[in-house]
């Protein structure tokens, strides 16, 4: 930011870079107004008011003034957002605080993580479409959680919210993205680990859905030998299994489907 600025003569110094005109606009908030701005940051894209109260603790006064400063924008849609150098103006002043920092990091990590729980009963009843378009409308954030908690190691936060990712992704078809996401939940924790078990067993559903047969039977060998304390992976391993032998050997893949059940 301090290098996108200008040299003329008459432009005032406040004005003369961006860093220094979101300077002089900060110094122009309250203590309340700059802490709420600086949490905001952590949002990559647009976000409810639900959200942002659950994640910051701002309140509606606050969001208000920061509206009416033109420091967040109210979106036709009835959400919020931040403009990108804005938000990384921002970004920049909550990172000075890294305590701040660390807290708000695993209070949107759990705010995510809680959204997700509730949308996996509804993806899988009459109501998917429902929490499909709302896990749409969070991608950017659910994309964003999860690149935080994986950096700031915590991927086990995340760990029931893999069921309603895994749907989703196979519902959009994206598999090259959901591939990506779960290989990296896959070895963020020792294999024995229900979160890794979980995003192996997932991750050989995508390969299967690509026809990548092969990685998906050396992922359930992987996962084999731990799947004997987690029933509901085993399930989903077996019906796993038995998709991939269905082309190879009908018999064998009615026998995993049985074991399934």
């Known amino acids: 930011l301090a290098g996108l600025g200008t040299d003329w003569a008459d432009i005032p110094d406040r ?35 639900d959200s942002a109260k659950a994640v910051t603790s701002v309140s509606v006064m606050t969001l208000s003034r920061l509206v009416g400063h033109g420091l967040v924008h109210h979106t036709a849609q009835g959400r919020y957002e931040l403009h990108p150098l804005i938000r990384q103006f921002a970004h920049e002043k909550l990172m000075v605080h890294q305590t701040v920092y660390a807290d708000i990091v695993r209070v949107f990590i759990g705010h995510i993580a809680q959204f997700l729980a509730r949308q996996y009963p509804i993806l899988r009843s009459e109501a998917m479409l429902e929490a499909r378009y709302a896990i749409y409308d969070e991608i950017d954030s659910i994309r964003a959680v999860c690149q935080l908690a994986l950096d700031h190691h915590h991927a086990d936060m995340l760990q029931d919210g893999l069921h309603s990712m895994a749907l989703f992704y196979d519902y959009q078809v994206w598999y090259a993205e959901a591939i990506a996401l779960f290989e990296r ?77």
């Open 185 to 261: 939940f896959a070895y963020a924790l020792p294999d024995s680990h229900l979160l890794s078990v979980r995003a192996k067993v997932y991750l050989a559903r995508f390969y299967q859905r690509i026809g990548n047969y092969t990685e998906a039977e050396r992922l359930l060998n992987v996962v084999d030998p731990h799947l004997k304390d987690y029933p509901y992976e085993m399930a989903l391993a077996y019906l796993q299994w038995a998709s991939v032998k269905f082309s190879q050997n009908i018999d064998e893949a009615m026998q995993y489907a049985h074991k399934a059940y």
């Open 15 to 49: 004005h003369r870079s961006l860093s220094a005109t979101f300077d002089y606009s900060w110094g122009l908030l309250s203590p309340t107004d700059q802490q709420a701005l600086a949490k905001l940051a952590i949002f990559p894209a647009h976000f409810g008011y």
